[in-house]
């Protein structure tokens, strides 16, 4: 174990058993606290720079010091407690003012390191999803990363060596499965907590819109004049619009944009509406609006058996990157198959090093009759013994968050960016845990094939079959 403090080595001068280090998943810094106590030695400054090597040779923790305490001993001797951040505290010396169009954000946050950070590199990794828009007005480059990958459903960290990188939810794993006897965790120290807080049976995942040509037949927007209003309200916006008026086509045209005097009406695609100037609509005419509409996508899954059990617990998943049903099926589904039972959280002891905030661990235990997959929430080590680092894993059910977790103050930030109407097409699924199975069986062979003769019925004679008898002699 090795500390360095302004690239000096300075491993003897604090006091070992002081030494904590401390992972969280909000994405908050890292902390690394350690004390030391005055005498000859120098005692270090604030925005002294600090690496800590766990095994002696590589950098488990690379910060900054960002605060400074003393007090005195029994000896009259002051003593120095000491706070580190990492690469996190570097990140956000300076504030984000850009917007970014039609590009993948690898680019954009590619760009946001190269142009708004100092002391952090960033390598784009490729294959990121795109981004349509994205404006950061005065943004700290922290929520701005954390917005984008939030959008696209990535994770972010920084490594000891201030290299943020980015990548999908669930690729990063921990070093080990937690199992029984395998001598991933320190005996007996793994432990459970189950809780209904999490619980979630009744699934609404609003997505973006998609698109839906409507005939003329079909059209949802369909109004009786009653010659006095000439405006209409529609349900959808259309693309390719068209309007009819007693089945009779319209010429459109844009409005704010063309005279009326030039078109039969006028199409309003922001406004959703259709507007006909004064005086050309009588009472009892119908007026049809069709063409390629921009559907609203919304949609509702059920758990019933959850739900007898529990009583209905309902969420909502709002994200309009969420473009097609078969998308916003499998996203409640997934949800529902994680949280129809609630959430189990724990910890466990254990000496291995390998253990980072965000990794994806399988615990499978016969004692505990688990097998199944968590998120690692925080990590939390401390000196045991000389020379000896001891590490306290938390972890969650992956997806699941905690109270100060910023990731709460995002998904608001996200549903505030998506007006729901009142008349939007809610499509209503629901899940059964009921099977289903068919099976056949020939019991006797007839034939299907004429002639078929009427006789009695004896020896090598088959019953005949309606629609397949003639007769004959």
């Given amino acids: 174990m090795i500390l360095e403090i302004n690239n000096a080595d300075r491993t003897s001068d604090i006091r070992q058993q002081s030494l904590r280090y401390t ?5 908050k810094p890292a902390k690394l606290l350690f004390s030391m106590v005055a005498g000859e030695k120098t005692i270090p400054a604030l925005g002294q720079s600090v690496t800590f090597k766990l095994d002696g040779v590589n950098d488990y923790f690379k910060g900054t010091i960002t605060a400074r305490s ?23 010396r300076r504030l984000v003012i850009k917007g970014y169009q039609n590009t993948t954000a690898g680019a954009v946050i590619a760009d ?11 390598t784009d990794p490729g294959g990121t999803p795109s981004i349509r828009t994205a404006r950061f007005n005065y943004m700290e480059p922290s929520r701005a990363i954390k917005r984008i990958c939030n959008d696209i459903g990535w994770d972010w ?72 209003d000439n405006t209409f309200p529609l349900v959808y916006q259309y693309s390719n619009v068209q309007v009819t008026v007693d089945a009779v086509a319209q010429d459109v045209g844009i409005d704010f944009i063309d005279d009326a005097a030039d078109f039969d009406c006028l199409y309003n695609f922001a406004e959703k509406l259709v507007r006909f100037p004064d005086g050309t609509l009588t009472a009892d005419q119908v007026v049809a609006v069709f063409g390629d509409a921009k559907i609203p996508l919304i949609i509702q899954l059920t758990d019933e058996a959850s739900v007898g059990q529990y009583g209905k617990r309902e969420h909502i998943e709002i994200s309009r990157s969420i473009n097609s049903i078969a998308e916003a099926e499998s996203v409640a589904g997934a949800l529902v198959d994680q949280w129809r039972e609630g959430s189990r959280e724990g910890s466990f002891k254990t000496t291995n090093t390998g253990f980072k905030v965000g990794q994806s661990v399988v615990i499978n235990s016969t004692k505990f009759a688990i097998n199944s997959t968590y998120k690692v929430n925080a990590v939390k080590g401390s000196m045991n013994g000389h020379d000896s680092f001891e590490f306290d894993i938390d972890f969650i059910k992956s997806g699941q968050t905690t109270f100060d977790d910023i990731l709460v103050s995002l998904i608001g930030e996200t549903r505030n960016n998506i007006s729901i109407s009142a008349n939007e097409v809610l499509q209503r699924l629901l899940m059964v845990g009921d099977g289903f199975s068919m099976s056949d069986e020939i019991i006797e062979i007839r034939k299907k094939t004429g002639p078929y003769y009427w006789a009695p019925a004896g020896a090598g004679r088959e019953p005949g079959v309606w629609g397949f008898s003639t007769w004959g002699a």
């Fill in 70 to 92: 003393e007090n005195t001993t029994g000896s009259e001797l002051k003593m120095y407690q000491f706070t580190a951040l990492d690469g996190y505290y570097i990140l956000d």
């Fill in 157 to 228: 960290a920084i490594n000891a060596n201030n290299v943020l990188e980015i990548f999908q939810l669930g690729d990063r794993t921990a070093p080990v499965d937690i199992l029984d006897n395998n001598g991933s965790h320190i005996t007996s120290s793994l432990n459970f907590d189950a809780n209904l807080l999490e619980l979630k049976n009744v699934i609404f995942v609003r997505g973006g819109q998609y698109d839906q040509a409507i005939s003329a037949a079909d059209a949802v927007d369909k109004y009786e004049a009653n010659g006095v």
């Fill in 112 to 122: 946001i390191v190269a142009n708004f950070v100092t002391g952090v590199t960033f």
């Fill in 23 to 27: 992972q969280t998943l909000n994405k």
